[in-house]
């Protein structure tokens, strides 16, 4: 059973440029969450869905992010207009119906903004 | 959720035990025990949780007090790959499914 996937593995943008962080969980999970962990920082909440749901979204910034999870496909965290603040690790998780906070994480999307 | 404390950095000795204390004096009676590590660069892995009972898996041993109140983590024979970022996070456990509530965790460094 292949683990949660994150791609790319690392990102690099321009200011102003748009970021695409995908991520797969894993086989049966049908519960993803997103965490971003800045430099030096601890890992932050970000967003938690299900399929075709936003679930949480209390620690996505107001702007420029976006989060879905289509009923095909894998879970897309959406960064419009990049800045360099938004230079961080960003985490995916997964855990399967049923079994509440045994989240399995996804090796992470290392964006580096320009 | 309650809050925990948790020390900022330990050293432990390769081949000894590793004890990681953490401090959740607010907990309440529905509330588990859950830990997690970070290794440098990479993704939060997911070690052990428990309720009231100790809890033992291939990875560690979870000892809870009788009150609750504080538990440790043992890692039984540290190695150098052992060295990370360990984190005790306190969490409801509905059958619902929630954000995890990361705090600063111990760094915990294994050495010769």
């Known amino acids: 059973n292949a683990g949660v996937m994150q791609n790319p593995r690392h990102l690099v943008r321009r200011r102003g440029q748009e970021a695409r962080l995908r991520c797969s969980p894993m086989?049966?999970?049908?519960?993803v969450y997103w965490y971003r962990q800045l430099p030096e920082e601890g890992l932050k909440f970000m967003v938690y869905?299900?399929?075709?749901?936003?679930?949480?979204e209390s620690g996505m910034p107001k702007e420029r992010f976006s989060a879905e999870f289509p009923k095909e496909g894998p879970s897309i965290l959406r960064i419009q207009q990049v800045v360099r603040g938004d230079s961080a690790a960003y985490f995916c998780?997964?855990?399967?119906?049923?079994?509440?906070?045994?989240?399995?994480f996804g090796p992470g999307t290392r964006l580096t903004v320009l | 959720d309650a809050k925990t404390t948790q020390p900022t950095s330990m050293d432990c000795a390769e081949g000894r035990a590793a004890n990681l204390p953490c401090n959740h004096s607010?907990?309440?009676?529905?509330?588990?025990v859950y830990w997690y590590r970070q290794i440098h660069s990479q993704g939060p892995q997911y070690i052990i949780h428990?309720?009231?009972n100790n809890e033992t898996n291939e990875m560690a041993s979870l000892i809870i007090t009788e009150d609750r109140k504080s538990s440790t983590l043992i890692l039984p024979h540290a190695t150098l790959r052992d060295t990370a970022v360990y984190y005790c996070?306190?969490?409801?456990?509905?059958?619902?499914?929630?954000?995890?509530?990361f705090g600063t965790g111990t760094r915990l460094q294994v050495t010769l």
């Open positions: 998780a997964s855990s399967p119906p049923g079994l509440a906070d045994t989240q399995y």
């Open positions: 086989k049966g999970h049908s519960h």
């Open positions: 428990g309720l009231k």
């Open positions: 996070i306190v969490r409801l456990n509905t059958g619902t499914a929630s954000k995890l509530t």
């Open positions: 869905l299900q399929k075709e749901n936003i679930i949480d």
């Open positions: 607010t907990i309440s009676g529905n509330e588990y």
